[in-house]
């Protein structure tokens, strides 16, 4: 059979087939270390656990509403208003299989021929592929490493012409780690209303944050952004849920429903039992523990990973504000991202993800959610392999 020409314009993703390596390189008993996954290492805390299974004990096991439960619906708007600033209801709210969802459903009900999509670089890998599977064209803005890789309001509007439409806006960054500061956001805000285009803020790292850094919501800047902004985020790094799939888009009304329509013939619910366990991470009182617990480890690891990787002669990193990911320029190796990668794993069993999948053939990405240990014996490896 002929595939579709679309499936031609976007390559498998290189984060989850480098994972997926190193998984199967694991299962032949090799000795392997990833920094490769960008998931938590956590188990779902016990009281999200148990409302999911309290849920399939009540029955909770039928189809519900394509645009989610009432109840957790509430509960996002309720949060989104009270943590983020943000004048949302639950009919601005749309419950997604993840937060990849939520962002694949926006560029497919708002995106199509001619529209260009702008996308600051390093970018994360689904971005572009999304867009181009909507029928549009992403336009790149290329940050400047000296900056954090953070783009400024000069490029933004360097970038856009009459025919952009969106504008990609992910703080904390995967890959990078990079935080837009209160004053960032609110520059880029008035770029996106003077330009009336739109803007989606990929929020989902939102609550893994180091030393002073702040979060602000774009759209909670004022009216006039609020009405140009979808926020999209999800439970998978907050609360180590990436296998539970549910995320969330908040947006204009109009938007949500014909997203919800989409999703109606497309996937229809998001699993509903999980869905109950979303609610508990939202509404019950022992979360911020959960998520307290999580960081003081992460914040370890971070500090750690930092410190050693700036002893390595050949390599070059920023110490990341958000996420758990160190984004380390490799070009004095003289090796570009793919061979260092596939080196690093082949002759020294450390995976990593290669710079090329965010748009920056110069850099690898580590991920620190893994152990300490693991940690220091894949950070001895990585600089053996330099060496």
């Known amino acids: 059979m002929k595939l579709a020409e679309r ?15 190193g998984k199967a390189m694991r299962a032949e008993g090799i000795d392997v270390y990833a920094f490769s ?32 439960e009432l109840a957790l619906r509430k509960a996002i708007a309720n949060k989104l208003r009270t943590e983020n600033g943000l004048d949302y209801q639950a009919e601005n709210i749309i419950v997604t299989n993840g937060g990849k969802q939520s962002l694949f459903n926006l560029m497919m009900a708002t995106i ?9 670089t390093p970018y994360w890998v689904s971005y572009p592929e ?54 960032e956001i609110r520059a880029l805000a008035e770029v996106v209303v003077d330009a009336d285009i739109y803007v ?17 919501s774009i759209g909670a800047i004022g009216p006039e952004i609020l009405a140009r902004t979808f926020t999209s985020s999800g439970f ?14 908040a947006g204009p009304v109009e938007v949500i429903k014909a997203i919800s329509t989409l999703q109606g013939h497309s996937t229809s619910n998001v699993c509903t039992f999980s869905q109950y366990g979303a609610l508990a991470a ?9 998520i307290a617990r999580m960081l003081a480890a992460f914040t370890e690891r971070r500090r750690y990973i930092a410190d050693r990787v700036a002893t390595i002669p050949k390599l070059v990193a920023f110490e990341p504000q958000g996420a758990f990911y160190l984004y380390v320029n490799v070009a004095r190796t003289g090796l570009k991202s793919l061979e260092f990668c596939d080196r690093l794993l082949d002759e020294h069993q450390v995976a990593a993800i290669p710079g090329v ?25 990585l600089e053996k392999f330099c060496a």
């Open 112 to 120: 199509e021929t001619g529209d260009e999509v702008i996308i600051p």
């Open 282 to 290: 939202l509404e019950s009182p022992e979360s911020p523990g959960c």
């Open 7 to 21: 499936i031609g314009l976007v390559p498998p993703s290189l984060t989850l087939s480098i994972t997926a390596k």
């Open 37 to 68: 996954a960008g998931e938590p290492d956590f188990d779902t805390p016990a009281h999200i656990v148990a409302a999911a299974q309290q849920a399939l004990a009540d029955g909770k096991t039928r189809y519900g509403p394509a645009a989610g």
């Open 200 to 216: 989606v803020s990929d929020e989902i790292y939102e609550k893994i944050l180091y030393d002073d850094a702040e979060h602000l």
């Open 130 to 183: 999304m867009v181009r599977l909507a029928g549009g064209t992403p336009v790149f803005c290329q940050a400047d490493e000296g900056n954090q890789y953070k783009v400024t309001p000069e490029q933004l509007k360097a970038a856009i012409t009459p025919n952009t439409k969106l504008f990609v806006l992910n703080s904390p960054s995967n890959p990078t780690g990079a935080i837009y500061t209160p004053d």
């Open 357 to 381: 999948a965010f748009g920056t053939d110069d850099c690898i990405r580590l991920s620190y959610a893994t152990d300490l240990k693991s940690i220091e014996i894949g950070i001895d490896r």
């Open 236 to 249: 998978a790094k907050a609360f180590a849920m990436t296998g539970w799939r549910v995320g969330y888009l």
